[in-house]
């Protein structure tokens, strides 16, 4: 027990303390946190669909036929015709051959990988790969190789050198930077090298694309075998879940051999009912991601204008790098004492030395709260 309370000083001590706050409300521009009402820059809930009434009430009708739990994994008797509608949706607007659920895009990471990789296999990650992908590599026990960011040339190069290369995995949008992956040359890559590209959407899907099909619409390229896409369904739908896609074989092998597909219950019926009502939005209504590309740009001008340097990013996340993780910790008290909330990222979530504010945009989002939050920032001292 001693050892815990000393690696939890420890822990204080580095400003690397992770606290809960506890939410009162849905997710929206909005929150409250006690007493407190502040403005949130932090939610992942991208389009503002998490607390939509028509998603709501999708949620309630789902739970009045079909009962709240799923009772079973999808291979015993817990897959319904809601899950069943959703995948054939999902696979439908992604334009792939078929869809698989996931209950979190944790696991179907983890599922995938592991499916497909065993420890004779070589995996290839980009060093800022979100914390499911490495994971899911180091549980497969494959062998790992994680290239420097976004670094076509090294991981060509890397690539001539390694036997039975199997994977490479990618975050599409960087999680907590919002750059882009360089998909249609890493494809190129895979394709040379006889290996997969697997890309994790979780932050482009809804979010990026005309249509909202996330990154390879934006990058102007269709998702086609093998590349392999996991989309989540618990940010820009709003919602809870996750989706792998591809073709038909790929979504069989994982429905034989994904051991966190198998091995766990499905997700509520009522969720995947309000997925769809969710993807139904997302994929009407334009106007929330032209909102998000408006506030983007007015946060970017912005804060340019304060003398920040901005990251390369034109997505809803819109990293201030702040340096250590003290002064992350009091940009970000310092916004809350204007009423503003974002959140200290720190390490291991980032590497040593790139603490940072991360704010993210959401289409329930106002020019006027931007404006807020850029006044906040003004009197900050730390541009
Ligand atoms: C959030 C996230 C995940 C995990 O998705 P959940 O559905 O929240 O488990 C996976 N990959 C990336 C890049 C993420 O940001």
């Known amino acids: 027990m001693k050892n815990l309370e000393d690696g939890l000083n420890r822990r204080r001590a580095e400003n690397l303390y992770r606290e809960r706050l506890v939410l009162e409300s849905p997710q929206g521009a909005e929150i409250h946190v006690g007493e407190e009402t502040l403005l949130s820059f932090c939610s992942n809930d991208y ?45 439908d607007f ?34 800022l790969n979100h914390a499911s992908l490495i994971d899911a590599a180091r549980l497969a026990r494959a062998k790992v190789t994680r290239f420097p960011h976004v670094d076509v040339d090294r991981l060509g190069s890397l690539l001539t050198h390694t036997a039975r290369p199997r994977l ?20 190129a890559l895979a394709d040379k090298h006889g290996a997969r590209l697997m890309a994790d959407d979780a932050h482009g899907f809804g979010v990026l694309g005309q249509g909202g099909r996330g990154t390879f619409e934006h990058l102007g390229a269709p998702l086609v075998p093998p590349a392999i896409l996991m989309g989540t369904l618990g940010k820009a739908l709003g919602v809870f879940g996750a989706f792998v896609a591809g073709e038909e074989a790929l979504i069989e092998t994982l429905i034989q051999r994904a051991r966190t597909y198998i091995y766990t219950t499905a997700l509520p019926p009522a969720v995947a009912e309000a997925v769809r009502a969710s993807l139904k939005l997302a994929r009407e ?13 007015h946060f970017r001008d912005g804060a340019r204008n304060l003398g920040f340097v901005l990251t390369p990013s034109s997505t809803p996340i819109q990293p201030l790098i702040l340096g250590s993780a003290e002064a992350s910790l009091s940009a970000s008290r310092h916004l809350r004492t204007h009423g503003i909330l974002v959140t200290a990222i720190r ?29 906040a920032l003004s009197t900050a001292k730390i541009a």
């Open 47 to 91: 389009l503002g669909l998490a607390n939509h009434p028509r998603v709501v009430a999708a949620f309630r009708e789902g739970a009045d036929r079909y009962g709240v739990g799923a009772g079973a994994s999808h291979l015993v008797n817990g897959h319904s015709r809601a899950h069943h509608a959703l995948e054939e949706e999902l696979a």
């Open 94 to 127: 992604v334009g792939a051959q078929r869809a698989l659920l996931f209950s979190t895009g944790y696991m179907a990471n983890l599922g995938v990988v592991g499916a497909l990789t065993d420890r004779h296999d070589a995996v290839f990650e980009d060093r």
């Open 168 to 187: 490479i995995t990618t975050d599409a949008v960087f999680s907590m930077d919002g750059d882009i992956a360089p998909l249609v040359e890493l494809a």
């Open 285 to 297: 209504e334009h106007w929330r991601r032209e909102r998000l590309r408006m506030l983007v740009e």
């Open 347 to 375: 390490p291991p979530t980032v590497p040593e030395g790139s603490a940072r504010l991360r704010i993210t945009f959401s289409a329930t989002h106002e020019a006027s709260h931007v404006d807020r939050l850029l006044e």
